[in-house]
């Protein structure tokens, strides 16, 4: 049974105003910088509370839990980028076409989705960590999208001969995505003097000037 608050909430969220939409952007950007500096599972809803100056009955008229707070963003964050791979895969272009735009656009959702896919990077690699839930098991799916679609395009660039890649495609594909994904380590769009397109931009010159076949 949905309580008071939580039909409160689901009313607000599906006809609330700009002022709405603001104030819980605005707890989402709290929670994210808690996530990252101390850990998905070292934060609490009411860190974020504190930090928002907000009492639990107020923070819960604009989110449930940090579950939600967090799901809601990866989610579809992590959907999106395997959409955008499987159409990159199916559109026109070369092999090392699409391996530069992929490469350029993984990146560039990093920034946009900051910091949440880095923290979903990093509470994965911990196994004594990891998410075992419906959730998470729809994300492992979308994940093997993205994998299944870069290994395609990797493999599309050997059968054409526009790539040599000297080993299984799946290796470089995994490499690609490992590549971008080790920015979590060091990449602040907030601080960086050097944009996500810029950064996948060299990242994919890098890669291709090993790959791509010459005459």
Do not use: C
């Not at 839990?65 to 199916?90: H, M």
């Not at 995505?177 to 960086?192: C, K, Q, T, Y």
């Amino acid at each position: 049974m949905t309580s008071g608050i939580g039909k409160r909430r689901a009313a607000a969220r599906d006809e609330g105003g700009a002022a709405y939409r603001e104030r819980r952007t605005e707890i989402i950007a709290a929670a994210a910088e808690m996530f990252k500096r101390n850990g998905y599972r070292g934060t609490k809803l009411a860190d974020v509370a504190e930090a928002m100056g907000l009492d639990r009955a107020s923070l819960y008229y604009y989110v449930g839990s940090k579950e939600e707070l967090f799901q809601d963003v990866v989610g579809g964050a992590v959907e999106a980028n395997a959409e955008a791979a499987e159409r990159i895969l199916a559109g026109p272009g070369s092999a090392p076409e699409k391996l530069r735009a992929l490469i350029v656009g993984l990146m560039v959702s990093y920034a946009e989705a900051y910091p949440f896919l880095y923290v979903y990077i990093q509470e994965n690699l911990d196994p004594g960590t990891r998410d075992r839930s419906a959730w998470a098991r729809e994300m492992a799916r979308h994940n093997k999208r993205y994998e299944n679609a870069v290994v395609a395009i990797v493999q599309s660039g050997v059968d054409e001969g526009s790539l040599a890649t000297g080993t299984q495609p799946w290796v470089v594909a995994f490499g690609v995505i490992g590549m971008v994904a080790w920015s979590n380590r060091w990449f602040d769009p907030n601080e960086s003097s050097v944009s996500a397109a810029e950064i996948g931009s060299a990242y994919a010159d890098t890669l291709l000037n090993g790959l791509i076949t010459r005459e």
